[in-house]
């Protein structure tokens, strides 16, 4: 794909109607069971179908999935028909089924209802007490939105793969500094900060440096970038099999960074994380709500 291709690849509403080859993906796992038991009751939340409604009018001429683990047992019929029904007088919107993707189907990490050992403290292991289980629910959408991209770009040959989180509430989709960084390196993504506490016990955090998110990412269509996804997918597998318990906020974002860094050298020659980042994303109550396309 050329840079000029990839430049004016996404579409806006008054330019085209029809959907192009790029598709801008949400991923909903839900935690537990979910039955609808009243009126305006989805398996989704209906301020994230509100979301995607949005994002798809004002992109129109994009493709937009959402992706829900649609196993009856995490989601029944009903529900799943309510969400349906909610989207579907809008055209380029899907509802998919992350079932239908073979990795996420066959990997026993994301059997419904599947609990994992959870990490015991120093007294816990002396008195040999039961920390309990943990559903690592985290880890399990962090990893299925690798999974999705991977596979919009491998199998369904979409140009260029979006994931965003559902609180972002304008994707991007025209943004300046996003194509210069899709044409220049092929991925971009969002950056958020660390912060370090304050002396003062009163005080909010200081932020002391930028780091990347995972909650918006975006990657052209090359076999650099596939290979980078299936490489992230890999590591996260093996880091899992390895793994003998956890905590409830164990997550994909470590190996994220590590593999951001590593694409950044490759890439830029410097091993910035935050190379590839094009805006910055809330990652505490404490962050600037200065920063656009976030909802307070």
Same mark, same amino acid.
């Given at each position: ?24 993906? +949400? ?6 069971? @979910? ?13 994230? %179908? ?8 004002? =992109? ?21 028909? #309510? ?8 055209? *380029? ?13 066959? +990997?026993? &990490? ?11 403290? !120093? ?9 309990? $289980? ?37 994707? &991007?989709?025209?943004?300046? #500094?996003?194509?210069? %960084? ?17 002396? #003062? @016990?009163?005080?909010? !955090? ?9 909650? =918006? ?13 299936? *490489? ?20 994909? =974002?470590? %190996? @994220? ?16 994380? $935050?190379? &590839? ?5 809330? $990652? ?7 920063? %656009?396309?976030?909802?307070?």
């Amino acid at each position: 794909m050329t840079k000029a291709t990839i430049k004016n690849s996404f579409v806006h509403s008054s330019e085209a109607e029809k959907p192009s080859k790029n598709i801008l993906n +949400y991923v909903w796992i839900n935690r537990k069971a @979910f039955k609808s038991e009243k009126q305006n009751d989805y398996g989704v939340p209906k301020r994230y %179908l509100e979301r995607v409604i949005e994002n798809a009018q004002r =992109y129109k001429g994009n493709q937009f999935f959402l992706w829900l683990d649609q196993d009856e047992s995490l989601l029944d019929a009903e529900s799943l028909q #309510d969400v349906k029904s909610f989207l579907a007088e809008f055209e *380029n919107i899907e509802v998919k089924n992350l079932r239908d993707l073979d990795e996420y189907a066959s +990997y026993d &990490f994301f059997e419904p209802g599947k609990r994992f050992k959870r990490w015991q403290t !120093p007294r816990q292991k002396a008195e040999k007490e039961d920390a309990g $289980t943990v559903d690592l629910i985290w880890a399990r959408v962090d990893l299925a939105r690798i999974m999705v991209l991977k596979h919009c770009l491998k199998t369904l040959n979409a140009d260029i793969a979006v994931y965003s989180d559902f609180d972002i509430s304008d994707v &991007f989709l025209k943004n300046k #500094d996003l194509h210069e %960084l899709l044409n220049q390196y092929g991925l971009a993504c969002s950056s958020g900060e660390v912060f370090m506490m304050s002396s #003062d @016990f009163y005080g909010a !955090p200081d932020p002391v440096a930028s780091c990347v998110e995972n909650g =918006y990412i975006a990657a052209t269509n090359t076999p650099q970038n596939i290979s980078f996804l299936e *490489n992230l997918i890999g590591a996260t597998k093996e880091e899992i099999s390895q793994k003998e318990s956890f905590q409830p906020t164990d997550n994909g =974002y470590s %190996l @994220f960074r590590e593999h951001i860094s590593k694409a950044a050298e490759e890439r830029t020659g410097d091993r910035n994380e $935050t190379a &590839f980042c094009f805006f910055k994303q809330p $990652t505490s109550k404490f962050s600037d709500p200065r920063f %656009l396309g976030f909802d307070y």
